[in-house]
């Protein structure tokens, strides 16, 4: 976006819709519209959840998340793509086919298995099918330390798993290590098969809802606005620890990221 365009980028998302509202589709809409961005989102699941857990989903359709998919992007200019729940690999295969159809388009890939409780988002194993169909095309990949283990079980290391997960095609990869057992978070951004740059942020007291959705989709904000990766990183990094300093205690369960915090009243 720039001067000659006075419109908001959009970002297409394809996620599952948390009713709670502290994750999936609509975390991913607050954090885009807190940053500037026009969000498109896609559903791809439909979750009974809370911020205490997850109870039941159900996928959507391949056939639906495509139509609603490419009935957005004859329509609009879409400026990013970025991918959380996808609750099938059914749904994994339209969202590449996607993907393939519109490569110039940059794709940040979350790459989610469980809630934030562990409660699983699919009912067959989806790691082969995001390593094969999502992550070649991926501009940025953001596990957290956990599910950068489940993508890669044979792996020793967090910079191993980074590097495998590059092996695949995945330009960046950006490991957190909130679910860490370390004084401070670390987290590592990881490109060209090397450590590129790491990141340290004061480890808060809360379990939040929905932190990897508003991480993924604060850094497919920066990349829609022009920023390149390492800027992306780290301002999505700067606007998610302060989301969740801001949060809120809404439910009985996990707190909820406050996207909105810069609004906050003096």
Same mark, same amino acid.
């Given at each position: 976006m720039g001067p000659e365009d006075p419109n908001p980028p959009v970002v297409l998302v394809f996620a599952g819709l948390d009713p709670s509202g502290g994750a999936g589709l609509a975390a991913d809409v607050q954090t885009l519209a807190a940053l500037g961005c026009h969000p498109a989102p896609i559903a791809t699941a439909l979750t009974v959840q809370d911020t205490v857990g997850v109870q039941s989903f159900e996928p959507v359709p391949a056939t639906l998340i495509i139509e609603q998919a490419r009935t957005v992007l004859k329509d609009m200019p879409v400026a990013?793509?970025?991918?959380?729940?996808?609750?099938?690999?059914?749904?994994?295969?339209?969202?590449?086919?996607?993907?393939?159809?519109?490569?110039?388009?940059?794709?940040?890939v979350d790459p989610v298995f469980r809630s934030g409780r562990g409660d699983?988002?699919?009912?067959?194993?989806? +790691?082969?099918?995001?390593?094969?169909? =999502?992550?070649?095309?991926?501009? &940025?990949? !953001?596990?957290?330390? #956990?599910?950068?283990?489940?993508?890669?079980?044979?792996?020793?290391?967090?910079?191993? +798993?980074?590097?495998?997960?590059?092996? =695949?095609?995945?330009?960046?990869? &950006?490991? !957190?290590?909130?679910? #860490?057992?370390?004084?401070?978070?670390?987290?590592?951004?990881?490109?060209?098969?090397?450590?590129?740059?790491?990141?340290?942020?004061?480890?808060?007291?809360g379990v939040y809802h929905g932190s990897g959705c508003t991480l993924a989709s604060a850094c497919a904000a920066a990349i829609a606005h022009g920023a390149d990766v390492f800027s992306a990183v780290a301002q999505a990094q700067s606007f998610t620890w302060n989301a969740l300093k801001h949060g809120w205690s809404l439910g009985l369960g996990q707190c909820v990221p406050n996207r909105f915090f810069r609004n906050a009243p003096e």
């Open positions: 990013a793509i970025k991918t959380g729940m996808m609750g099938s690999t059914d749904a994994i295969a339209a969202v590449a086919g996607i993907c393939r159809r519109y490569a110039r388009v940059p794709l940040i699983p988002l699919s009912r067959e194993p989806l +790691c082969d099918a995001l390593r094969s169909q =999502l992550f070649p095309r991926a501009l &940025l990949v !953001t596990p957290n330390s #956990e599910e950068a283990r489940h993508l890669a079980p044979d792996a020793d290391t967090l910079d191993a +798993c980074a590097q495998e997960l590059l092996s =695949l095609g995945a330009q960046y990869v &950006l490991i !957190t290590g909130t679910h #860490e057992t370390t004084p401070e978070v670390l987290n590592r951004l990881y490109g060209n098969y090397r450590l590129l740059e790491s990141y340290h942020w004061p480890r808060l007291a």
